[in-house]
């Protein structure tokens, strides 16, 4: 079994079905953060390097930037769910490519606008149908309906994450309200 392969699981063997409100018994490698960190990790081993000179995460943020140009820093952020010191290396390292342009917001001069330079948009050109079949092999193996199911768990799973965030938030201040009494 291949280290990565650990925790895959297989049909009928699922440690979820009966699981409690505290998660009594679940092993952190079943944890669902954990299932889907590995999946994260397996996917960004490889990367565009065959065909460019940009890693995963690089091609992540810079068809984000195309998607969205131009853009702030922070929308980048907000937008992928990725840490702000991730994204703010990323974006020296695509900048440092000539792949996108950072300059000063005509409506704000203390923030900054990023879009796409020509070599950016020629980048996501070339490598887009290469991302699109990698996304097309993931899906491959389901069925209609399994990719249906896959699509709005997903969906599910990050309203209830979003919801778990929140209300971890929300103790958080008010625990420190409660220590500034």
């Known amino acids: 079994?291949?280290?990565?392969?650990?925790?895959?699981g297989t049909?009928?063997?699922d440690p979820w079905s009966g699981l409690d409100e505290d998660g009594?018994?679940?092993a952190t490698t079943e944890f669902v953060t954990a299932r889907i960190n590995r999946v994260f990790r397996i996917l960004n081993k490889p990367s565009f390097r065959p065909y460019s000179d940009i890693g995963v995460l690089e091609w992540r943020v810079l068809a984000h930037i195309a998607g969205i140009s131009?853009?702030?820093?922070?929308e980048i952020t907000?937008?992928?769910a990725v840490d702000k010191g991730?994204?703010?290396r990323t974006l020296r390292r695509l900048q440092k490519l000539r792949l996108i342009d950072v300059?000063?917001?005509?409506?704000d001069g203390r923030a900054t606008v990023i879009s796409l330079t020509r070599n950016g948009i020629a980048a996501h050109a070339r490598l887009l149908p290469h991302a699109r079949r990698r996304q097309a092999s993931l899906l491959r193996d389901m069925t209609p309906d399994e990719r249906r199911a896959l699509w709005l768990l997903l969906d599910k799973l990050t309203r209830t994450a979003r919801?778990?965030?929140e209300e971890e938030a929300d103790i958080r201040r008010a625990s420190r309200r409660k220590a500034a009494e």
């Open 163 to 165: 919801r778990l965030v």
């Open 78 to 80: 907000e937008g992928m």
């Open 1 to 8: 079994m291949a280290k990565d392969d650990r925790g895959a």
């Open 24 to 26: 009594a018994g679940l």
């Open 86 to 88: 991730v994204i703010s």
């Open 11 to 13: 049909a009928g063997s």
């Open 103 to 107: 300059g000063p917001d005509p409506t």
């Open 70 to 74: 131009p853009c702030s820093a922070r």
